[in-house]
T-cell receptor, first 114, second 115 residues
Framework: AQSVTQLDSQVPVFEEAPVELRCNYS??????LFWYVQYPNQGLQLLLK??????LVKGINGFEAEFNKSQTSFHLRKPSVHISDTAEYFC????????????FGTGTRLQVTL | GAGVSQSPSNKVTEKGKDVELRCDPI?????LYWYRQSLGQGLEFLIY????????KSGLPSDRFSAERTGGSVSTLTIQRTQQEDSAVYLC?????????????FGPGTRLTVT
């Protein structure tokens, strides 16, 4: 079994400030890691993924995340946020190997204000 | 190209009625997933189809839920005798085979309200 914990349900931040959204996972097997974003009344969009290789992965919209195996974490960061980044962010894991189902965290609401 | 589409976008039904939700995956994608997003339970996996293999039904919450995928393309999720706790947004996703198999593309969802 695997699980994902997103420690912060809401993160308020001012525009142009840096942000980090935290994600920790638990699994008895190797996993792939993902961050998805959900804008209001829309479906989920993939921000970035870690499958293997470099532990620092870069995604769309200036986001990046770092895989830390020893701490079982995959925190999402952006050096300078914009109003348009206001959305719900979900961390997810899946088993390695062939395509498989995603297990999601409970989400973090990023609220960017002026 | 066209993304994953779902219909209807909104569905209101009375308790005890049956509902069918439809998903059209991206053309050529062999894998199709259904998830449910609700306030109390977050995002939950329901069922997964991969090619001609038997579906993974491990996430279906009760025997009132079923899904089929015809011709390896369109999928229908059916909920029989709906209950108020079935109210949620039902999301469909698809992915390709091979190296792209890990990236799931999501549809906009169907918001189901059971009154």
């Amino acid at each position: 079994a695997q699980s994902v914990t997103q420690l912060d349900s809401q993160v308020p931040v001012f525009e142009e400030a840096p942000v980090e959204l935290r994600c920790n996972y638990s699994s008895s097997v190797s996993v792939y890691l993902f961050w998805y974003v959900q804008y209001p009344n829309q479906g989920l969009q993939l921000l970035l993924k870690y499958l293997s290789g470099s532990t620092l992965v870069k995604g769309i919209n200036g986001f990046e995340a770092e895989f830390n195996k020893s701490q079982t974490s995959f925190h999402l960061r952006k050096p300078s946020v914009h109003i348009s980044d206001t959305a719900e962010y979900f961390c997810a894991v899946s088993h390695t190997g062939t395509a498989s189902k995603l297990t999601f965290g409970t989400g973090t609401r990023l609220q960017v204000t002026l | 190209g066209a993304g994953v589409s779902q219909s209807p976008s909104n569905k209101v039904t009375e308790k005890g009625k049956d509902v069918e939700l439809r998903c059209d995956p991206i053309s050529g994608h062999t894998a199709l997933y259904w998830y449910r997003q609700s306030l109390g339970q977050g995002l939950e996996f329901l069922i997964y189809f991969q090619g001609n293999s038997a579906p993974d039904k491990s996430g279906l919450p009760s025997d009132r839920f079923s899904a089929e995928r015809t011709g390896g393309s369109v999928s229908t999720l059916t909920i029989q005798r709906t209950q108020q706790e079935d109210s949620a947004v039902y999301l469909c996703a698809s992915s390709s085979a091979g190296t792209g198999a890990y990236e799931q593309y999501f549809g906009p969802g169907t918001r189901l309200t059971v009154t």
